[in-house]
C-alpha cells in the first residue's frame, strides 16, 4: 500500500486532494486506462448522475508496474476512453472548461496530440471506434467512429432532458450521420466482432414499476434496428454493455437507485443472446459498474463495495464463476470507472451499406403478421389482421412536449403480408386492425426506417430465431403502399 497526492481541479476552484492509493500487488498484463472521478464531484442530493464527465473527472494511464499517470489535465472534466484497434489513439469526451460544451476528442496513447473531433450544436459523448462503411460506389471503406449527441434538438420524452441519439462519423468527425431516432435517449454503446452496434434503451413509457429498458443491436449505417436482448425486469437498467472476446456480452444489471448506477454483474452469449442471460455476481449489498472483459479472456469490473463512504475500485473477476479474486487499482476519495486495455485487440468487420441520404424514405415490409409467439395474439393466426395503422411519434422539443399521429393506414393482403414505404428518420410504431375496425395488436416501442432502406420482419413478435418462410407473400408482387404527406414521398 502506497500513498499519493494528486492535484485536481473542480467546481470552478483549485483544490488538494490528498488520496491515499490502494493498489493491490497484483498487476495487469497490459496497460489500462481509466476514468478517476473524486468522490467530491458526486452530489450527495444525485447519487446516479447522468453522465460521467463531472467536475475533476481524468483519464489516467496506469503502467503494468502501477505507475498512474493523468492524461487529460488541461480538461476540467474528461471520461469514456475508447482506444483504437492499433492501440495508438484514444477517443473521449471532455470539456476543456466548465462553460464548455462536452464533445468528443483524440489524443494518442501517450497523451500528445489532443484534436476535437466533434462539433455538435448539443453535447457529444460515449465514443467509439467502429468498423468501416462501404457503399457500392466508393472507391474505398471508410472508417468510422460513433457517439453519443444531443444537438438535434430533441428531448427525452420521459426526463425532460436532451435526448442521446446514436451517430457515426468519418475518424475525423466528417460526414455525420445519425443513426438512431426514437423519443427517448440512447446509452453505453459497443461495437461486435460483425460491426454491428449494441447499445440500451428505454423500450417504452414508465408504467410506474419502471420502465421496460432493451439492449438493441444496429448497423452502423442506422439500418436493421433488432433486439438484442430486451428480457429484462421493469425496475433494471442494463448498463455499460461490453463485448467479450470470450463469446459473451457483458452488462451490468442496475437498480435506478443505485450510487453511479451500478448493479448485478451479468452476461449474454452471442450465440443466443435473446435466451442466455446469465447472472455471473450478485452486488451482494455493493454494486458492480464498467466490466472489462480482456483479449486473453479475463475479466476486470469496478466494484463499489457497501458502506457510505465506499468508493469504486477496480477488481479482477473469475469470468467461471464471477469470484471477485483481487483489487487491481483503488485510491481512497476517487471512483475508479471505465477501464480498457491500452493494446492492440482484433478489428472488427466493416459494412457495406444501401443508405443514400439524398432519399427521403424507406420500405417495410412483412412476410405475415399472422406469425406470432406472443400470448395474447393468437387470433393474428386465424388471420384476425385487416388493417395495418402507423403511428409517428412526434419529438418533444425545448418549446413543445411529445405526441402521436397517424401517419396512415394500408391492407394486410390475405396472407397476412403487408409493404409500405415511409419517411426516413421518423419515429414510427405500428397497430393492427380487424375488419371492424378495433384495434387487436400494437407495438410498444419506436422503431424507423434509413433512406432507402428495406427493413422487413417475419411477423407480429414471431420467434427470432426461427427461419423465414420460403414464400412469395403477396405484398412483395406489388408496389409498396405510401404512407405520409406528399413532400415526404418519393422514390427510394
Same mark, same amino acid.
Given at each position: 500500500?502506497?500513498?499519493?497526492?494528486?492535484?485536481?481541479?473542480?467546481?470552478?476552484?483549485?483544490?488538494?486532494?490528498?488520496?491515499?492509493?490502494?493498489?493491490?500487488? @497484483?498487476?495487469?498484463? +497490459?496497460?489500462l486506462v481509466f476514468v478517476r472521478l473524486p468522490v467530491a464531484a458526486v452530489e450527495p442530493a444525485n447519487?446516479?448522475?447522468?453522465?460521467?464527465?463531472?467536475?475533476?473527472? /481524468?483519464?489516467?494511464? $496506469?503502467?503494468?508496474?502501477?505507475?498512474?499517470?493523468?492524461?487529460?489535465?488541461?480538461?476540467?472534466?474528461?471520461?469514456?476512453?475508447?482506444?483504437?484497434?492499433?492501440?495508438?489513439?484514444?477517443?473521449?469526451?471532455?470539456?476543456?472548461? %466548465?462553460?464548455?460544451?462536452? !464533445?468528443?476528442?483524440?489524443?494518442?496513447?501517450?497523451?500528445?496530440?489532443?484534436?476535437?473531433?466533434?462539433?455538435?450544436?448539443?453535447?457529444?459523448?460515449?465514443?467509439?471506434?467502429?468498423?468501416?462503411?462501404?457503399?457500392?460506389?466508393?472507391?474505398?471503406?471508410? !472508417?468510422?467512429?460513433?457517439?453519443?449527441?444531443?444537438?438535434?434538438?430533441? @428531448?427525452?420524452?420521459?426526463?425532460?432532458?436532451?435526448?442521446?441519439?446514436?451517430?457515426?462519423?468519418?475518424i475525423d468527425g466528417a460526414h455525420p450521420l445519425r443513426i438512431s431516432y426514437h423519443l427517448g435517449s440512447?446509452?453505453?454503446?459497443?461495437? $461486435?466482432?460483425?460491426?454491428? $452496434?449494441?447499445?440500451?434503451?428505454?423500450?417504452?413509457?414508465?408504467?410506474?414499476? *419502471?420502465?421496460?429498458?432493451?439492449?438493441?443491436?444496429?448497423?452502423?449505417?442506422?439500418?436493421?434496428?433488432?433486439?438484442?436482448?430486451?428480457?429484462?425486469?421493469?425496475?433494471?437498467?442494463?448498463?455499460?454493455?461490453?463485448?467479450?472476446?470470450?463469446?459473451?456480452?457483458?452488462?451490468?444489471?442496475?437498480?435506478? /437507485?443505485?450510487?453511479?448506477?451500478? *448493479?448485478?454483474?451479468?452476461?449474454?452469449?452471442?450465440?443466443?443472446?435473446?435466451?442466455? /442471460?446469465?447472472?455471473?455476481?450478485?452486488?451482494?449489498? &455493493? =454494486?458492480?459498474?464498467?466490466?472489462?472483459?480482456?483479449?486473453?479472456?479475463?475479466?476486470?469490473?469496478?466494484?463499489?463495495?457497501?458502506?457510505?463512504? =465506499? @468508493?469504486?475500485?477496480?477488481?479482477?473477476?473469475?469470468?467461471a464463476t464471477g469470484e471477485r479474486l483481487d483489487l487491481v487499482h483503488g485510491e481512497e476519495g476517487f471512483?475508479?470507472?471505465?477501464?480498457?486495455?491500452?493494446?492492440?485487440?482484433?478489428?472488427?468487420?466493416?459494412?457495406?451499406?444501401?443508405?443514400?441520404?439524398?432519399?427521403?424514405?424507406?420500405?417495410?415490409?412483412?412476410?405475415?403478421?399472422?406469425?406470432?409467439?406472443?400470448? &395474447?395474439?393468437?387470433?393474428?393466426?386465424? *388471420?384476425?389482421?385487416?388493417?395495418?395503422?402507423?403511428?409517428?411519434? @412526434?419529438?418533444?422539443?425545448?418549446?413543445?412536449?411529445?405526441?402521436?399521429?397517424?401517419?396512415?393506414?394500408?391492407?394486410?393482403?390475405?396472407?397476412?403480408?403487408? !409493404?409500405?414505404?415511409?419517411?426516413?428518420?421518423?419515429?414510427?410504431?405500428?397497430?393492427?386492425?380487424?375488419?371492424?375496425?378495433?384495434?387487436?395488436?400494437? +407495438?410498444?416501442?419506436?422503431?424507423?426506417?434509413?433512406? /432507402?432502406?428495406?427493413?422487413?420482419?417475419?411477423?407480429?413478435?414471431?420467434?427470432?430465431?426461427?427461419?423465414?418462410?420460403?414464400?412469395?407473400?403477396?405484398?412483395?408482387?406489388?408496389?409498396?403502399?405510401?404512407? &405520409?404527406?406528399?413532400?415526404? %414521398? +418519393?422514390?427510394?
Amino acid at each position: 500500500m502506497t500513498g499519493a497526492v494528486h492535484r485536481d481541479s473542480y467546481r470552478g476552484g483549485s483544490v488538494v486532494a490528498i488520496a491515499l492509493v490502494l493498489v493491490s500487488t @497484483v498487476v495487469s498484463a +497490459q496497460e489500462l486506462v481509466f476514468v478517476r472521478l473524486p468522490v467530491a464531484a458526486v452530489e450527495p442530493a444525485n447519487p446516479v448522475p447522468e453522465g460521467r464527465c463531472l467536475d475533476g473527472s /481524468r483519464i489516467v494511464r $496506469l503502467s503494468t508496474d502501477g505507475t498512474e499517470v493523468s492524461m487529460t489535465d488541461g480538461f476540467f472534466a474528461a471520461c469514456d476512453p475508447a482506444v483504437s484497434f492499433d492501440g495508438e489513439r484514444i477517443l473521449f469526451a471532455g470539456r476543456r472548461s %466548465v462553460d464548455d460544451r462536452l !464533445q468528443v476528442w483524440r489524443m494518442d496513447a501517450s497523451g500528445g496530440n489532443v484534436v476535437r473531433i466533434t462539433d455538435d450544436p448539443g453535447e457529444a459523448t460515449s465514443p467509439l471506434w467502429v468498423g468501416s462503411l462501404f457503399h457500392l460506389d466508393d472507391v474505398a471503406p471508410t !472508417q468510422r467512429i460513433a457517439y453519443l449527441a444531443t444537438g438535434h434538438g430533441w @428531448v427525452d420524452e420521459r426526463t425532460g432532458k436532451p435526448a442521446l441519439a446514436l451517430y457515426t462519423s468519418d475518424i475525423d468527425g466528417a460526414h455525420p450521420l445519425r443513426i438512431s431516432y426514437h423519443l427517448g435517449s440512447d446509452f453505453a454503446p459497443d461495437v $461486435l466482432a460483425n460491426g454491428r $452496434l449494441v447499445y440500451t434503451w428505454r423500450r417504452g413509457e414508465d408504467d410506474g414499476g *419502471g420502465a421496460p429498458f432493451a439492449v438493441m443491436a444496429v448497423n452502423n449505417d442506422g439500418t436493421d434496428l433488432m433486439a438484442f436482448d430486451d428480457d429484462f425486469d421493469g425496475s433494471l437498467v442494463p448498463r455499460a454493455v461490453r463485448v467479450g472476446h470470450d463469446g459473451r456480452v457483458y452488462f451490468v444489471e442496475a437498480d435506478a /437507485r443505485s450510487p453511479l448506477g451500478g *448493479g448485478d454483474l451479468a452476461f449474454v452469449t452471442l450465440r443466443r443472446p435473446l435466451h442466455s /442471460r446469465t447472472l455471473l455476481a450478485a452486488a451482494s449489498g &455493493g =454494486a458492480y459498474l464498467d466490466p472489462l472483459p480482456l483479449v486473453d479472456g479475463g475479466l476486470l469490473v469496478s466494484f463499489r463495495p457497501p458502506g457510505l463512504n =465506499a @468508493v469504486y475500485g477496480l477488481y479482477r473477476i473469475d469470468p467461471a464463476t464471477g469470484e471477485r479474486l483481487d483489487l487491481v487499482h483503488g485510491e481512497e476519495g476517487f471512483h475508479i470507472l471505465d477501464a480498457h486495455e491500452l493494446a492492440p485487440h482484433p478489428m472488427v468487420k466493416g459494412r457495406s451499406s444501401v443508405v443514400d441520404t439524398s432519399k427521403k424514405t424507406g420500405i417495410f415490409f412483412c412476410i405475415s403478421s399472422h406469425i406470432t409467439d406472443r400470448k &395474447g395474439l393468437e387470433h393474428l393466426r386465424a *388471420g384476425g389482421a385487416s388493417t395495418l395503422r402507423v403511428i409517428e411519434g @412526434v419529438p418533444a422539443t425545448r418549446a413543445s412536449g411529445p405526441g402521436e399521429r397517424t401517419l396512415g393506414e394500408a391492407p394486410i393482403e390475405s396472407d397476412g403480408s403487408f !409493404q409500405i414505404e415511409v419517411p426516413a428518420g421518423v419515429p414510427l410504431r405500428f397497430e393492427i386492425v380487424d375488419g371492424r375496425g378495433t384495434e387487436v395488436a400494437e +407495438q410498444d416501442s419506436w422503431t424507423w426506417v434509413m433512406p /432507402r432502406e428495406w427493413r422487413g420482419c417475419i411477423g407480429c413478435h414471431e420467434d427470432r430465431e426461427m427461419v423465414a418462410p420460403n414464400t412469395l407473400a403477396d405484398a412483395f408482387v406489388k408496389p409498396a403502399v405510401r404512407l &405520409g404527406r406528399s413532400e415526404e %414521398v +418519393q422514390e427510394p
